[in-house]
Protein backbone atom coordinates (compact mmCIF):
# COMPACT_ATOMS: atom_id res chain seq x y z
CA UNK A 1 0.00 0.00 0.00
CA UNK A 2 1.42 3.04 -1.12
CA UNK A 3 -0.50 5.27 1.13
CA UNK A 4 -2.19 7.09 -1.86
CA UNK A 5 -5.22 5.23 -2.80
CA UNK A 6 -7.05 5.44 -6.00
CA UNK A 7 -10.73 4.16 -7.10
CA UNK A 8 -11.81 2.29 -9.05
CA UNK A 9 -8.91 0.67 -10.29
CA UNK A 10 -10.53 0.11 -13.62
CA UNK A 11 -13.31 1.75 -15.43
CA UNK A 12 -15.46 1.52 -18.61
CA UNK A 13 -17.67 4.06 -19.66
CA UNK A 14 -19.70 5.40 -22.93
CA UNK A 15 -19.42 8.51 -24.23
CA UNK A 16 -22.44 10.01 -22.19
CA UNK A 17 -21.77 8.84 -19.08
CA UNK A 18 -20.78 10.51 -15.90
CA UNK A 19 -18.50 9.09 -13.86
CA UNK A 20 -16.00 10.39 -10.96
CA UNK A 21 -12.27 8.99 -10.25
CA UNK A 22 -11.57 9.04 -6.23
CA UNK A 23 -8.33 9.65 -4.37
CA UNK A 24 -7.21 9.40 -0.99
CA UNK A 25 -4.41 9.93 0.86
CA UNK A 26 -3.34 9.47 4.36
CA UNK A 27 0.20 10.96 4.48
CA UNK A 28 -0.51 14.41 5.85
CA UNK A 29 0.62 15.88 2.33
CA UNK A 30 -1.29 19.39 1.23
CA UNK A 31 -0.33 18.95 -2.54
CA UNK A 32 -2.42 16.79 -4.48
CA UNK A 33 -2.11 16.26 -8.25
CA UNK A 34 -3.76 14.06 -11.44
CA UNK A 35 -1.80 13.26 -14.33
CA UNK A 36 -3.00 11.46 -17.61
CA UNK A 37 -1.16 8.35 -18.51
CA UNK A 38 -1.33 7.33 -22.08
CA UNK A 39 -0.24 4.83 -24.16
CA UNK A 40 3.81 5.23 -25.54
CA UNK A 41 3.45 9.03 -24.31
CA UNK A 42 4.96 10.78 -20.73
CA UNK A 43 2.97 11.28 -18.12
CA UNK A 44 0.91 14.33 -18.57
CA UNK A 45 -0.08 16.80 -15.80
CA UNK A 46 -3.53 17.55 -15.53
CA UNK A 47 -4.47 19.31 -11.84
CA UNK A 48 -2.47 20.49 -8.93
CA UNK A 49 -3.73 21.26 -5.58
CA UNK A 50 -2.34 22.89 -2.85
CA UNK A 51 -3.71 23.48 0.41
CA UNK A 52 -7.29 22.58 -1.19
CA UNK A 53 -6.75 25.58 -3.63
CA UNK A 54 -6.22 24.84 -7.34
CA UNK A 55 -3.07 26.40 -8.48
CA UNK A 56 -2.21 24.22 -11.97
CA UNK A 57 -4.89 23.64 -14.89
CA UNK A 58 -2.62 22.32 -17.46
CA UNK A 59 -5.38 23.12 -20.13
CA UNK A 60 -7.11 20.40 -19.56
CA UNK A 61 -10.56 19.91 -21.21
CA UNK A 62 -13.55 21.23 -19.62
CA UNK A 63 -14.86 17.85 -19.34
CA UNK A 64 -12.46 16.84 -17.08
CA UNK A 65 -13.10 18.44 -13.77
CA UNK A 66 -11.62 18.62 -10.64
CA UNK A 67 -12.92 18.50 -7.01
CA UNK A 68 -10.66 18.78 -3.96
CA UNK A 69 -12.54 18.96 -0.52
CA UNK A 70 -10.02 18.76 1.48
CA UNK A 71 -6.70 17.89 1.91
CA UNK A 72 -6.50 14.45 1.76
CA UNK A 73 -9.44 13.85 -0.80
CA UNK A 74 -9.17 14.46 -4.68
CA UNK A 75 -11.67 13.82 -7.30
CA UNK A 76 -11.55 13.70 -11.13
CA UNK A 77 -14.85 14.19 -12.90
CA UNK A 78 -15.63 12.78 -15.79
CA UNK A 79 -18.60 13.58 -18.07
CA UNK A 80 -19.08 13.38 -22.29
CA UNK A 81 -15.33 12.02 -22.59
CA UNK A 82 -14.07 11.12 -26.10
CA UNK A 83 -12.16 7.43 -26.65
CA UNK A 84 -8.78 9.55 -26.94
CA UNK A 85 -9.30 10.35 -23.20
CA UNK A 86 -8.87 6.22 -22.47
CA UNK A 87 -5.26 6.12 -20.63
CA UNK A 88 -4.14 5.81 -16.92
CA UNK A 89 -5.33 8.35 -14.48
CA UNK A 90 -2.62 8.82 -11.74
CA UNK A 91 -3.28 10.94 -8.38
CA UNK A 92 0.04 11.93 -6.70
CA UNK A 93 0.40 13.84 -3.40
CA UNK A 94 3.37 15.50 -1.75
CA UNK A 95 4.02 17.16 1.17
CA UNK A 96 3.73 20.71 -0.89
CA UNK A 97 4.49 21.98 -4.34
CA UNK A 98 7.95 22.31 -5.73
CA UNK A 99 10.37 19.91 -7.01
CA UNK A 100 11.92 19.17 -3.44
CA UNK A 101 9.47 17.03 -2.56
CA UNK A 102 8.75 13.32 -3.49
CA UNK A 103 5.96 12.45 -4.90
CA UNK A 104 3.89 9.59 -3.90
CA UNK A 105 1.39 8.14 -6.46
CA UNK A 106 -1.59 5.64 -6.39
CA UNK A 107 -1.50 2.91 -8.53
CA UNK A 108 -3.83 4.53 -10.85
CA UNK A 109 -7.32 4.31 -12.84
CA UNK A 110 -7.23 2.31 -15.98
CA UNK A 111 -10.00 4.44 -17.80
CA UNK A 112 -11.36 2.84 -21.28
CA UNK A 113 -14.37 5.23 -23.32
CA UNK A 114 -16.23 3.54 -25.05
CA UNK B 1 10.82 24.54 -25.10
CA UNK B 2 13.03 22.87 -22.52
CA UNK B 3 12.31 19.34 -21.34
CA UNK B 4 14.47 16.13 -19.78
CA UNK B 5 15.66 14.02 -21.80
CA UNK B 6 16.55 10.18 -21.55
CA UNK B 7 17.11 7.43 -23.54
CA UNK B 8 14.21 5.28 -24.67
CA UNK B 9 15.48 1.94 -23.93
CA UNK B 10 18.17 0.04 -22.57
CA UNK B 11 19.11 -3.88 -21.86
CA UNK B 12 21.12 -5.48 -19.61
CA UNK B 13 21.56 -8.93 -18.35
CA UNK B 14 21.27 -10.22 -14.38
CA UNK B 15 23.78 -9.32 -12.41
CA UNK B 16 25.18 -6.02 -14.70
CA UNK B 17 25.34 -2.71 -13.35
CA UNK B 18 23.52 -0.21 -15.29
CA UNK B 19 23.33 3.55 -16.01
CA UNK B 20 20.90 5.73 -17.11
CA UNK B 21 21.11 9.01 -17.97
CA UNK B 22 18.82 12.20 -17.95
CA UNK B 23 19.84 15.79 -19.60
CA UNK B 24 17.79 18.90 -17.89
CA UNK B 25 18.89 21.83 -19.65
CA UNK B 26 17.15 24.26 -17.84
CA UNK B 27 17.02 23.21 -14.41
CA UNK B 28 16.58 26.02 -11.63
CA UNK B 29 18.78 26.68 -9.51
CA UNK B 30 16.85 25.83 -6.24
CA UNK B 31 15.55 22.17 -8.11
CA UNK B 32 15.94 18.91 -7.01
CA UNK B 33 16.35 16.08 -9.34
CA UNK B 34 14.47 13.07 -8.64
CA UNK B 35 13.95 9.46 -10.35
CA UNK B 36 10.68 6.99 -10.40
CA UNK B 37 10.81 3.78 -11.03
CA UNK B 38 7.16 2.39 -12.81
CA UNK B 39 6.07 -1.11 -13.38
CA UNK B 40 2.86 -1.34 -16.03
CA UNK B 41 -0.41 -0.69 -14.66
CA UNK B 42 0.95 0.58 -11.92
CA UNK B 43 1.68 4.78 -10.28
CA UNK B 44 5.61 5.64 -10.11
CA UNK B 45 7.47 4.72 -7.21
CA UNK B 46 10.11 7.09 -5.74
CA UNK B 47 13.54 5.96 -5.80
CA UNK B 48 16.14 8.52 -4.98
CA UNK B 49 16.38 12.46 -4.75
CA UNK B 50 19.62 14.52 -5.52
CA UNK B 51 20.82 17.84 -5.62
CA UNK B 52 24.40 17.81 -6.46
CA UNK B 53 27.63 15.23 -6.45
CA UNK B 54 26.26 12.06 -5.24
CA UNK B 55 23.54 10.61 -3.47
CA UNK B 56 23.61 6.59 -2.18
CA UNK B 57 20.95 4.89 -1.06
CA UNK B 58 19.92 0.92 -0.71
CA UNK B 59 18.63 0.61 -4.04
CA UNK B 60 20.37 3.35 -6.17
CA UNK B 61 23.14 5.95 -6.69
CA UNK B 62 22.68 9.40 -8.32
CA UNK B 63 25.23 10.77 -10.00
CA UNK B 64 24.84 14.98 -10.72
CA UNK B 65 27.88 17.12 -12.05
CA UNK B 66 28.97 20.32 -11.20
CA UNK B 67 26.75 22.22 -13.79
CA UNK B 68 23.78 20.00 -12.65
CA UNK B 69 22.45 19.98 -16.51
CA UNK B 70 22.18 16.15 -16.71
CA UNK B 71 21.81 13.63 -13.93
CA UNK B 72 22.51 9.26 -14.07
CA UNK B 73 20.66 6.81 -12.30
CA UNK B 74 22.76 3.97 -11.60
CA UNK B 75 21.68 0.63 -10.26
CA UNK B 76 23.88 -2.41 -8.97
CA UNK B 77 24.00 -5.62 -10.12
CA UNK B 78 20.39 -5.56 -11.63
CA UNK B 79 17.72 -8.60 -11.54
CA UNK B 80 14.94 -9.53 -13.24
CA UNK B 81 12.53 -7.57 -10.93
CA UNK B 82 13.87 -4.34 -12.28
CA UNK B 83 12.58 -4.50 -15.39
CA UNK B 84 10.43 -1.20 -15.27
CA UNK B 85 10.61 2.16 -16.77
CA UNK B 86 12.62 4.80 -15.15
CA UNK B 87 11.75 8.39 -14.78
CA UNK B 88 13.41 11.58 -14.30
CA UNK B 89 11.62 14.35 -12.70
CA UNK B 90 12.98 17.62 -12.22
CA UNK B 91 11.84 21.48 -11.64
CA UNK B 92 12.16 23.82 -14.85
CA UNK B 93 11.27 27.23 -15.45
CA UNK B 94 9.66 27.34 -18.84
CA UNK B 95 8.09 30.03 -20.66
CA UNK B 96 8.61 32.19 -17.09
CA UNK B 97 6.74 29.95 -14.98
CA UNK B 98 7.66 26.95 -12.88
CA UNK B 99 7.06 23.20 -13.83
CA UNK B 100 7.71 20.06 -12.82
CA UNK B 101 8.57 18.15 -15.92
CA UNK B 102 8.37 13.86 -16.27
CA UNK B 103 11.23 12.54 -18.59
CA UNK B 104 10.20 10.31 -21.41
CA UNK B 105 11.18 7.64 -19.72
CA UNK B 106 13.98 4.65 -20.40
CA UNK B 107 12.25 1.41 -20.36
CA UNK B 108 15.07 -0.92 -18.95
CA UNK B 109 14.74 -4.67 -20.05
CA UNK B 110 17.06 -6.92 -17.80
CA UNK B 111 17.43 -10.46 -19.21
CA UNK B 112 18.34 -13.54 -17.38
Known amino acids: ETGVTQTPRHLVMGMTNKKSLKCEQH?????MYWYKQSAKKPLELMFVYNFKEQTENNSVPSRFSPECPNSSHLFLHLHTLQPEDSALYLC?????????????FGSGTRLTVV | LAKTTQPISMDSYEGQEVNITCSHNNIATNDYITWYQQFPSQGPRFIIQGYKTKVTNEVASLFIPADRKSSTLSLPRVSLSDTAVYYC?????????????FGSGTRLLVRP
Open chain 1, 92 to 104: ASSQETGGHYGYT
Open chain 2, 89 to 101: LVGAVMDSSYKLI
Open chain 1, 27 to 31: LGHNA
